[in-house]
C-alpha cells in the first residue's frame, strides 16, 4: 500500500517487577510483587498474576496467602533509568520515538532504509539487545498506525513480536473486544455496544459517515486508524506544544473565593512560567474548577495580544474565574490551560504600543524567572496566588519531621551486577 507508515508499539513486560528482577537475579521466574513501601500491590510478575494476585491487594494479605511470593520496596529511580536506556535502544533505530510512558513507546520505522522490504530481523534484533543489556522483555507490535500497532503489541504477551501486514489487520480487529481498543473509555464501549458493536472490527467495518453522525471526533479519528489511516503521527517532542496545562487538587475543599483563585493564581503562573521557559505564547487562556461532588465548570478567554505574561494573563483568567465561581460551593481543585500556542516569531507586534507594554512587564518576568531558578521555584510570586503558596510551605514544614521510616534512598540507582 502507498503512503503505509511502519509504526511499532513497544511495551515493557510487567515492567516495574522486571527491571526487579534485573536487578536481583534470584528473584527471577518467582511470583513477584513490588509497593511494599506502601502497603499495597502496586506491579505484580506474570507468576504473581497467576496466582491471582491483582493491583492494590494489601501486602499483609499477599504475605498471609502466598508465603512463596518475594515482596519489595518500589524504586522508581532503577525504573526510570531502564526506562531511559531502553528508550535510547530503540533511538539507535529511528528519531522519530515518542515515549508513551515509562515503559511504552511508539516509533516510526518508515523512513529507516531497508526497514520495508524486512522488518522482522530488524525488530527482532532492537528486542535482542533490550533483553541483553537490560536483562528484560518487551513486546512489540508493528502495524500501520498507532492504534492497530498498539493493539498488536497487546496480542501477544510476554515476549511477542507481531508485524501486522494489511491483510492480517481484519483477524486482529475481530480478536479484540471493542472495550480494548486503546483511547475507547468505559462509556463509549457502552454506547458502542447498545448499537451492537463489541469488536474492534465491527466498528472498523461501519461506513465513516455512521460514526460521523454517531460519535464524536476522537472515535472517527479512531475509526480510521483501525482502517489502517495514520492520523495520529508518533510525536517525537520536537513538535511545536500547542498547550500548557497546569492543575492541583487541594485538601481540605474549601468555598472562599480569595483561596480557590489563589490556587488558580499559582497555577497560571507555573504555566506562564513554563511558556516563557519554551519560548511560547499563548493566545487563549482557559480555567477550570472543579468541585467537591466532581463536577467541572470552566471558561476561557481570548488574549488581546498572544503573551506568556503572568500579569496579563491572570488578570484575563480573574474574569473567567468570576464568570464561573459560585458562592456557598465547595471547590477541591483548579487547573489553567494556556491554548494556542505559538512561538515568538509568529506573534504579531501591535504597533500601537501593545508591544511596548508587555516588553515593560517582561523585564520584570525575566528577573523574577532568575531569582526562582536560583533559589527555589517560588520565592517571588504574585500577591494572588500567595494564599495557595503559604498553605503548601505549612504542609512542607510538617513533612519535613514526620517519620520517615528506616529505609534509605541510594543517590545513584543500583542497576545490578554487570555479567
Ligand atoms: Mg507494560
Given amino acids: 500500500m502507498k503512503g503505509r507508515r511502519y509504526i511499532m508499539h513497544l511495551d515493557g513486560d510487567a515492567f516495574f517487577v522486571s527491571v526487579e528482577a534485573a536487578k536481583d537475579p534470584r528473584l527471577r521466574g518467582r511470583p513477584v510483587v513490588t509497593g511494599q513501601e ?8 506474570y507468576e504473581a498474576k497467576a496466582l491471582g494476585i491483582t493491583r492494590a491487594m494489601p501486602i499483609f494479605q499477599i504475605r498471609r496467602q502466598f508465603p512463596q511470593v518475594a515482596v519489595v520496596d518500589s524504586d522508581y529511580e532503577s525504573y526510570a533509568v531502564f526506562s ?25 520505522f518508515t523512513d529507516v532504509p531497508g526497514f520495508k522490504k524486512d522488518p522482522l530481523p530488524v525488530l527482532s534484533r532492537l528486542k535482542g539487545e533490550i533483553g541483553k543489556e537490560l536483562g528484560i522483555s518487551v513486546s512489540l507490535g508493528l ?31 475481530g480478536k479484540t473486544p471493542v472495550d480494548k481498543v486503546w483511547g475507547i473509555g468505559s462509556a463509549t464501549a457502552i454506547s458502542l455496544r447498545k448499537k451492537g458493536i463489541t469488536t474492534a472490527l465491527d466498528l472498523a467495518s461501519k461506513p465513516a459517515a455512521w460514526v460521523s453522525e454517531s460519535f464524536s471526533k476522537p472515535l472517527e479519528e479512531m475509526h480510521l486508524e483501525l482502517n489502517g489511516v495514520s492520523v495520529h503521527p508518533v510525536a517525537t517532542g520536537s513538535e511545536p506544544q500547542r498547550s500548557i496545562m497546569k492543575t492541583r487538587t487541594f485538601f481540605p475543599a474549601s ?25 511560547l505564547y499563548a493566545k487563549d487562556v482557559s480555567v477550570y474548577l472543579k468541585t467537591k461532588d466532581l463536577s467541572y465548570a470552566n471558561a476561557s478567554r481570548k488574549l488581546s495580544l498572544p503573551s506568556n505574561g503572568s500579569f496579563q494573563i491572570v488578570r484575563e483568567a480573574k474574569k473567567a474565574f468570576d464568570e464561573i465561581f459560585e458562592r456557598g460551593r465547595l471547590y477541591r481543585a483548579t487547573g489553567a490551560i494556556l491554548c494556542g500556542l505559538v512561538p515568538e516569531e509568529a506573534v504579531q507586534e501591535d504597533l500601537f504600543g501593545g508591544a511596548r507594554a508587555a516588553e515593560k512587564g517582561g523585564k520584570v518576568l525575566e528577573a523574577v524567572d532568575r531569582i526562582n531558578k536560583k533559589y527555589g521555584k517560588s520565592l517571588v510570586h504574585m500577591a494572588s496566588s500567595s494564599r495557595s503558596l503559604h498553605r503548601e510551605r505549612r504542609r512542607e514544614k510538617k513533612a519535613l519531621f514526620m517519620p520517615r521510616g528506616s529505609s534509605k534512598r541510594l543517590s545513584v540507582p543500583y542497576l545490578g551486577e554487570a555479567r
Fill in 255 to 279: 468555598d472562599d473565593s480569595s483561596y480557590v483563585f489563589s490556587e488558580l493564581s499559582k497555577n497560571l503562573e507555573g504555566a506562564c512560567r513554563r511558556a516563557r521557559e519554551l519560548g
Fill in 84 to 108: 531511559k536506556r531502553m528508550m535510547d535502544i530503540v533511538r539507535r533505530y529511528t528519531d522519530v520515538v515518542e515515549e508513551y510512558s515509562i515503559d511504552e513507546c511508539f516509533a516510526d
Fill in 38 to 45: 506502601r502497603g499495597i500491590a502496586s506491579a505484580m510478575s
Fill in 143 to 173: 502495524a500501520s498506525t498507532k492504534s492497530l500497532a498498539k493493539m498488536a503489541s497487546k496480542s501477544k504477551k510476554p515476549d511477542g513480536l507481531t508485524i501486522v501486514c494489511p491483510e492480517d489487520v481484519t483477524s486482529l480487529l
